[in-house]
C-alpha cells in the first residue's frame, strides 16, 4: 500500500518528464542535458544541495499552512501575505534586538513572526466567521495589503540608514540564524520546518482539535450539530495557518536576507498550494514535496546557464506535474467514485 | 385495486442481465437479473443491505457494475453515466435529497425537463404547479430557500423534478417514508396514473402493504441476490416478509404500553420559545420526559420538530424559555444524545471513517476517547468494534469510511453511538425512516430496553403506528404547539385532525 501511493507522483513525474523532452526536442535543445543541468543545479554537490533545501523551506512553512487550512476547508490563498506579514513583524523586531544574547533574539524573532502572521490569517478568519466573507476574497486582498504595507516600510519607516536603496535596515547579528557547515546556508530554519511538519501531523491526526478541523472542513453541519464551534475553530485554524506561514517568513529573514525589500517572496505562497496539494495535505508528504518544488526553483538557474534554456521553462514542467497529478488522481482511473 | 400484468414477455422495457457489484469486501450484488415490462410497476423490496439502492443506482447510471449489462427496450445502456440514463429516458429519485439547499423550489425544478431551451421561471412555475396539482401536492411559496424546508417538501420537489423529464421508467426509492397520510394515497395513484401511461415504475420499498397495493410484480432481494419475483395478485405480507427475512417472522402489530417507573424528571422543557424573526415556530413548548418513559410527538414534519431537535440538542438557542438535564443521584447516565433526522447530513460525516465518526460524540470524547486534547485511537476503535457487534452493523470495520455503509447500517451507527456511553435521555426524530421491519423493530426494542434501564427518551416521528407501538404519553405537535393526547384507548380521529391543524383548542 505504502509503494502504491508513491507510485502516482512518481508516474506524473515520469509523463511530465517525456512531455518536456518533446518540447525541447521541438526547441532544438537535447531533453537529456536540460534534464542533466537541472539535476545538478538541484542536487549536484553539497553546496547546491543545501541551496535546494534553503530555497524549499519557505515552501514547507508555507504548505504547512495550506494544508493546516484547506484540511478545514478554510481555502487559505493568502500564504504569501502571512508570510510577509510575519517577515516584517520580525523584520522591525530585530533591528531592536542588538543588546539581546542569541538564545533569546532568535526565539523572540521567531515568535514576532509567528504573532504577525497569526494576526494576518486571524483576520480572514474572523470575517469568514463572523461576517461570512469568502476567506478566497479575502485572503487574497490581505496579500495585497500585506504587499503595499511591506512596500511602504521600506520606502519609508524601515528605510536603510543610508536611505539609498528601498530596503530596511538589517536585523542585529544576535538575531540572525547561524549559518551551518559554511560555506553552505543550511540553518535552523529547516529543521524547524521539519519540526513543524511532524507536529502538524500529530495535531491533525492525534489532537481532538485537529479531528474537529477535518470534522469541519468534511462535513460544517454535522460538526455543528454535535455542539462543535464551527465559528471559533474557523477563527483558530486560519491563525493558525497564518502563523505558520508567518514563522516561514521570519526564519527566511533572519536566516538569507536578514534585511526586509520588497521582492522578499517569489510568491512562495502561492506555489505552496500547489506544495500542499500534492502531498494530498499530508504534513509529513509535505516535505518531499517541497523539496521537489525547490529543486525545480533551483535547478532552474542552472538550466539557463548550462543549456541556455529559459528557466520560464521549470515553471511550465511544475505546471504540468500538478495538472498531470491531478489527472492521476481523479475518479476516471479508479473507482473511488463508487466508494465515496 | 392491484392492476392485471400488462404485456407479454416481449415488451420488456428494462432488463438486467447478471449484474454483480462489490464494494470493497462487501459484495453487493451477486449475479442479479431482473426486468420490467411496458406499463407496469414493479416493486423492490428487501431488507436493509439487500442491495436495492445499488441496483437502481446501477439502473440510473450512478454505479457502474463489476459485471453483467442494462438494456433499455433492447439496446444495452452505456454504464457509469447519470446523464446518458436520463437522456435515454430513466429518471430516479434517492433516499437522501439532492437539491440545491440555497436556491429555491422554483430554480430547483428549472434544472428539471420543465425548461429545456431558454430558462423561463414563469412557465416552469406554471408547469410544475400543473403537474403538482395531479399529484395533490401543494407547492411551497416562491422565493424561500429550499434549506427552510422539511424533508417531506424536499423529496416532493425530488419527485417533480424527475417527472419533468418525462421519464420512461421512473425510480423511486422509498418515496412514502416521508409522506403523511394524505398525501400517500394520492401519490399511490399517481403511480397507477403513470402506469397506465406506458412508463416504468420501479418502486423500492420495504412497506409491503403499500408494495401490494399499488404494484403489478414484486421482486424480492436478499444479501445481493433476487430470491423470488412475484405476481402481486398471487403473494401476500407474509410469503414476501419470509422471502426478504430467510424466516418467519412477526409482523409488529402490539400497541401494549410498556410499564415505566414513575422516576425522577429526567429532560423538563419549561416555555421554550423560538422565534426566527415575525415567525414563530416553536410556541412555549413544556414538556418532562421521566427517567424510564418514552415520550412520543406525533405531527406532520414541518411543524417545528426540526427545530426543537435542534434546540433540545443545543445547536439552536431558544428564544426564551429553559431546557434542563437532570442528572439523577447515584446514576451513572449523563447528558443528551440526539439521533437526528437527516443522519447523512446532520449525523454522519460520510469522508471519515467509522471510528472518527464516533468522536464526534461529545461524551465519546469527554469520557473515554481523549487524554488532555489528544486522541486515544486504540480506545475509539475498540467502543467502534464493541459496537459494531452489539449493533450488529455490516461493514469492514472500525477504519471503514461511513459512506462505505449502507442507509441502514448507517441508522444502526447513529443509534448505536447515541446508546454508546448511557446517556440520561436519548431525542430520536424519525429514525425508523427507510428501515425494512426487521431492522425497524430491533431499533425499537433497543429504544425500550433503554428506557427500561432508566433512560428517558423523546421520540418524534410521523409514522402513528410506532409511535403508539412505543410510547407511554403522546403529544401532537402543529405549528410549533404541543397538545397531548389521550394515550390508552386513543382517539385516532382527533389525532389526525391535530396533526392537521384542523382542530385548534
Given amino acids: 500500500m505504502k509503494l502504491a501511493v508513491l507510485a502516482r507522483p512518481l508516474a506524473a513525474l515520469a509523463i511530465a518528464a517525456a512531455l518536456i523532452s518533446v518540447i525541447l526536442l521541438a526547441l532544438g535543445a537535447s531533453p537529456v542535458s536540460v534534464f542533466e543541468a537541472l539535476c545538478e543545479g538541484a542536487f549536484g554537490n553539497w553546496l547546491v544541495f543545501t541551496d535546494t533545501l534553503t530555497k524549499s523551506t519557505p515552501l514547507l512553512f508555507c504548505g504547512l499552512a495550506v494544508a493546516i487550512a484547506f484540511e478545514g476547508a478554510l481555502w487559505n490563498i493568502g500564504a504569501n501575505g502571512q508570510l510577509l506579514a510575519g517577515a516584517m513583524s520580525a523584520g522591525a523586531l530585530g533591528q531592536k534586538l542588538g543588546g539581546w544574547p542569541h538564545a533569546v533574539a532568535t526565539p523572540a524573532l521567531l515568535l514576532a513572526g509567528a504573532g504577525g502572521g497569526a494576526v494576518w490569517g486571524g483576520i480572514a478568519g474572523w470575517l469568514r466567521a463572523r461576517r461570512d466573507v469568502n476567506e478566497v476574497i479575502g485572503t487574497i486582498m490581505l496579500n495585497f495589503v500585506a504587499g503595499q504595507i511591506l512596500s511602504w516600510l521600506v520606502h519609508g519607516p524601515l528605510i536603510e540608514t543610508s536611505r539609498a536603496y528601498p530596503m530596511s535596515a538589517p536585523i542585529a547579528p544576535a538575531a540572525e540564524f547561524r549559518l551551518y557547515f559554511r560555506p553552505s546556508r543550511l540553518n535552523l530554519g529547516m529543521l524547524l520546518a521539519v519540526a513543524m511538519a511532524v507536529a502538524c501531523y500529530v495535531f491533525l491526526y492525534h489532537t481532538e482539535k485537529g479531528f474537529e478541523l477535518r470534522a469541519m472542513g468534511r462535513n460544517r453541519h454535522a460538526t455543528a450539530f454535535f455542539g462543535i464551534n464551527t465559528g471559533a475553530l474557523t477563527v483558530w485554524a486560519m491563525t493558525l495557518s497564518g502563523a505558520l506561514a508567518g514563522v516561514g517568513g521570519a526564519s527566511h529573514l533572519a536566516a538569507i536576507t536578514h534585511r526586509l525589500y520588497e521582492t522578499l517572496s517569489p510568491g512562495w505562497g502561492y506555489e505552496a498550494i500547489a506544495v500542499a496539494l500534492i502531498a494530498r495535505l499530508n504534513p509529513l508528504a509535505i516535505v518531499p514535496s517541497a523539496v521537489l518544488f525547490g529543486a525545480l526553483d533551483n535547478g532552474a538557474q542552472a538550466m539557463q546557464r548550462a543549456q541556455g534554456v529559459s528557466p520560464v521553462l521549470v515553471q511550465v514542467i511544475e505546471g504540468l506535474v500538478i495538472i498531470i497529478l491531478l489527472v492521476f488522481d481523479t475518479s476516471a482511473w479508479s473507482a473511488v467514485r463508487d466508494e465515496a | ?505
Avoid at chain 2, 205 to 228: F, M, N, W
Avoid at chain 2, 443 to 465: K, N, P, Y
Fill in chain 2, 1 to 505: 385495486m392491484r392492476q392485471s400484468a400488462k404485456g407479454g414477455p416481449d415488451d420488456k422495457v428494462l432488463a438486467a442481465n447478471a449484474i454483480t457489484k462489490r464494494f470493497g469486501r462487501t459484495v453487493a450484488l451477486a449475479g442479479v437479473d431482473f426486468c420490467a415490462r411496458e406499463g407496469e410497476i414493479h416493486a423492490l423490496v428487501g431488507e436493509n443491505g439487500a442491495g436495492k439502492s445499488t441496483l437502481i443506482s446501477i439502473f440510473a447510471g450512478r454505479l457502474r457494475p463489476d459485471y453483467g449489462h442494462v438494456t433499455l427496450d433492447g439496446a444495452a445502456l452505456g454504464a457509469g453515466s447519470a446523464t446518458a440514463a436520463l437522456a435515454r429516458g430513466i429518471a430516479a429519485v434517492y433516499q437522501s435529497p439532492m437539491l440545491f439547499e440555497r436556491m429555491g423550489w422554483e430554480e430547483n425544478l428549472a434544472l428539471g425537463g420543465f425548461s429545456p431551451q431558454r430558462l423561463n421561471l414563469g412557465t416552469v412555475v406554471a408547469d410544475a404547479e400543473a403537474l403538482a396539482g395531479e399529484l395533490g401536492f401543494t407547492l411551497p411559496p416562491r422565493g424561500v430557500v429550499v434549506e427552510r424546508r422539511s424533508v417531506a417538501e424536499r423529496v416532493r420537489l425530488e419527485i417533480l423534478r424527475a417527472l419533468s423529464f418525462r421519464p420512461r421508467v421512473l425510480i423511486l426509492d422509498e418515496p412514502t417514508s416521508v409522506l403523511s397520510p394524505a398525501e400517500l394515497q394520492p401519490f399511490l395513484q399517481l403511480l397507477r396514473h403513470l402506469g397506465n401511461q406506458g412508463r416504468v415504475v420501479i418502486l423500492v420499498t420495504h412497506k409491503l402493504a403499500e408494495a401490494l397495493a399499488v404494484a403489478d410484480r414484486i421482486t424480492v432481494l436478499r444479501h445481493g441476490r433476487v430470491t423470488a419475483e412475484r405476481q402481486a395478485s398471487l403473494t401476500n405480507e407474509a410469503e414476501l416478509a419470509r422471502l426478504m427475512m430467510g424466516e418467519d417472522i412477526a409482523l409488529p402489530h402490539s400497541t401494549t404500553v410498556p410499564s415505566f417507573n414513575h422516576l425522577a424528571a429526567a429532560v423538563e422543557l419549561d416555555k421554550v420559545t423560538l422565534k426566527s424573526g415575525e415567525r414563530l415556530i416553536l410556541d412555549e413548548i413544556s414538556l418532562t420526559i421521566a427517567a424510564g418513559s418514552i415520550v412520543g410527538v406525533a405531527g406532520v414534519d414541518g411543524n417545528g420538530q426540526d427545530e426543537l431537535v435542534e434546540v433540545m440538542a443545543g445547536v439552536r438557542a431558544p428564544t426564551s424559555g429553559s431546557i434542563t438535564v437532570h442528572k439523577l443521584d447515584g446514576d451513572s447516565r449523563d447528558g443528551l444524545a440526539v439521533i437526528p433526522q437527516n443522519r447523512d447530513v446532520d449525523g454522519l460525516i460520510l469522508n471519515l471513517s467509522l471510528w472518527e465518526n464516533l468522536l464526534l460524540s461529545r461524551s465519546v470524547r469527554e469520557r473515554l476517547a481523549t487524554w488532555h486534547g489528544f486522541i486515544r485511537r486504540s480506545q475509539a476503535a475498540q467502543l467502534c468494534q464493541d459496537l459494531m457487534r452489539r449493533f450488529r452493523i455490516r461493514g469492514s470495520g472500525p477504519k471503514a469510511l461511513a459512506g462505505s455503509l449502507s442507509g441502514g447500517n448507517r441508522q444502526r451507527f447513529v443509534v448505536a453511538r447515541a446508546l454508546a456511553l448511557a446517556p440520561a435521555a436519548i431525542i430520536a426524530h424519525d429514525i425508523c425512516r427507510g428501515l425494512d421491519l426487521s431492522a425497524a423493530a430491533e431499533l425499537r426494542v433497543r429504544l425500550r430496553e433503554f428506557a427500561a434501564q432508566g433512560g428517558a427518551v423523546l421520540l418524534i416521528s410521523c409514522d402513528l403506528e410506532e409511535l403508539l407501538a412505543l410510547c407511554n404519553r403522546l403529544y401532537v405537535i402543529n405549528r410549533g404547539r404541543l397538545t397531548e393526547v389521550q394515550r390508552e384507548l386513543p382517539d385516532l380521529v382527533e389525532i389526525g385532525l391535530l396533526m392537521s391543524g384542523a382542530s385548534q383548542q
